[in-house]
């Protein structure tokens, strides 16, 4: 996907239409394409493309809307801002394939308000398509203020709609009552950058590197502890190790790491070296999921309960407060880890964590509170007998390592 | 494979206040969490009985956030 190194900036129209010859034109036959190529979404669900895309091409009597979701709201996650602010005809023209396959007339780029490069990046490949005439659906800009929650799809959709950014409940599938009730594609940037080359170089050519279940490459953000953070395109059928040695490897021996963000599965050190990459056997393997593509190693010395309880107290604070069991669930779990990492623990809250955790899981309009548990269910087996020092009052000296960059203050505005 | 519908009760989260009324009609598929919001079974609804209770309680929510959804039975074995 990458081509030329990605320092040397953001790709002009003329150069990328050199090094990938022009794109031909969507239809039907691309969703088969996509179906053989096996690719499945990369903003975090995994979903196979080929399946949403038949569903909108089904609902739509032409006048489907695709969103190209760029909003990345995860605060570990550069993957999305870092390929729009370099490659944004790639994401471009697979969105313009996409609305070509599915039968929309218009393409929504969703973005966050934070990423100043993007913008800038963005702005002027949109005024190259224009100048040369590229014959695609018009392209307009959607912005959300930057919020973990954004970019969940029916979140994108109702602030696209002129709502805020926030989830909504809904019986029907954005496939066919999405943005302005019309059927719609949500889909991640990166996923949008893949289809404009297998649209180019076809399925095989994809399924070339990957597994058979999850073909291709992908886009990691590898951070905190590793000598050269960053965005890299990797192997799916990778192993972490060889990827982290490939990028100079960690900087202290890991204490274990977090892996698909803030909603991710956190892995013990032990695991660390022979992590699969691709979705079924990180799912069979270790219960979890490669999520936005975050892999976020540990410092030796910190601790993953900790690391955990701040990001849980983050998402309590970033919940839409629009489902009382997202509020109140994850606003007491919060509570009740931050006396846990303190090593203050009151009488039964170990207890009362595990059977919230089984509480609220499930019972959003989204899936924000199931990602919020999940990640803390993760810690709390993973990190399961040093869990012990916390309980037994014993101060946890990882409570004054820096582990990962702190959350950011959460957001006050949804618009 | 037949098209036979089945139901199911569903709860608005988002419209949903706590006001629990919809955990004392139909206790055989709704129980109240620690903060007084409904935890609803989707568990099918096959008992007439049952049913009846689920409806009442649609009709009993303040806050219209409790339904009854059809299922068709071919979402349900591809569920």
Redo the contacts between chains.
């Keep these: 996907m990458a081509g030329p190194a990605f320092d040397t900036g953001c790709e002009r129209l003329e150069d990328h239409e050199k090094r990938l010859k022009p794109r031909p034109a969507g239809g039907p036959w691309l969703i088969d394409v996509i179906a053989r190529s096996g690719l499945r979404g990369r903003g975090g669900a995994w979903f196979p493309t080929a399946r949403k895309w038949s569903a909108v091409a089904a609902a739509s009597q032409g006048d489907a809307v695709v969103v190209i979701n760029g909003s990345e709201g995860e605060p570990l996650s550069s993957k999305d801002r870092t390929l729009l602010s370099l490659r944004p005809h790639l994401v471009f023209d697979g969105a313009a394939l996409a609305a070509e396959s599915v039968g929309a007339t218009e393409v929504v780029l969703y973005l966050s308000r934070e990423s100043r490069s993007t913008d800038r990046a963005v702005d002027r490949a949109l005024a190259e398509r224009q100048r040369a005439g590229v014959h695609e659906p018009p392209i307009n800009i959607v912005r959300t203020a930057h919020r973990y929650i954004a970019g969940e799809s029916s979140a994108a959709i109702n602030r696209a709609s002129g709502g805020p950014s926030k989830p909504k409940f809904s019986l029907q599938r954005a496939a066919e009552k999405g943005v302005d009730d019309r059927p719609t594609l949500v889909q991640n940037a990166e996923t949008l950058a893949h289809v404009a080359t297998i649209a180019r170089y076809g399925s095989d050519w994809f399924r070339k590197l990957g597994t058979q279940q999850s073909p291709g490459s992908t886009l990691l953000t590898l951070c905190g502890n590793v000598k050269r953070p960053g965005v890299y395109e990797v192997d799916l059928g990778a192993r972490l190790g060889a990827v982290l040695d490939a990028v100079g490897g960690a900087v202290t021996p890991p204490a274990g790491a977090l892996v698909g963000g803030y909603f991710g599965t956190w892995v013990a050190p032990s695991a660390l070296a022979g992590l699969p990459l691709d979705a079924e056997r990180l799912r069979a393997e270790h219960g979890g999921s490669l999520g936005c593509g975050v892999v976020a190693v540990l410092p030796q010395g910190a601790c993953g309960i900790v690391e955990s309880t701040r990001i849980l107290t983050y998402l309590a604070a970033e919940t839409s407060g629009q489902c009382g069991p997202c509020v109140n669930g994850l606003a007491a779990l919060s509570e009740a880890m931050e006396r846990i990492a303190y090593s203050a623990p009151q009488p039964g809250d170990l207890e009362r964590v595990q059977r919230w955790i089984g509480m609220v899981r499930g019972r959003g309009a989204c899936h924000h509170p199931d990602g919020a548990v999940g990640q803390l269910a993760g810690a709390l087996s993973a990190f399961g007998e040093h869990l012990q020092v916390h309980m037994s009052g014993r101060r946890c000296r990882g409570l004054d390592v820096a582990g990962f960059p702190p959350p950011p203050p959460p957001g006050g505005r949804w618009r | 494979m037949s098209e036979q519908v089945q139901r199911r009760l569903?709860v608005?989260?988002?419209?949903?206040?706590?006001y629990g009324y919809c955990a004392e009609i139909v206790p055989e598929r709704i129980g109240l969490?620690?903060?007084?919001?409904p935890?609803v079974s989707a568990e099918l609804i096959g008992d007439d009985e049952v049913l009846g209770h689920a409806r009442r309680a649609v009709g009993t929510c303040p806050r219209l956030a409790l339904l009854v959804?059809d299922v068709p039975s071919r979402a349900i074995e591809r569920a």
């Design positions: 569903r608005n989260p988002i419209l949903c206040d706590g969490d620690d903060w007084g919001f935890i959804e």
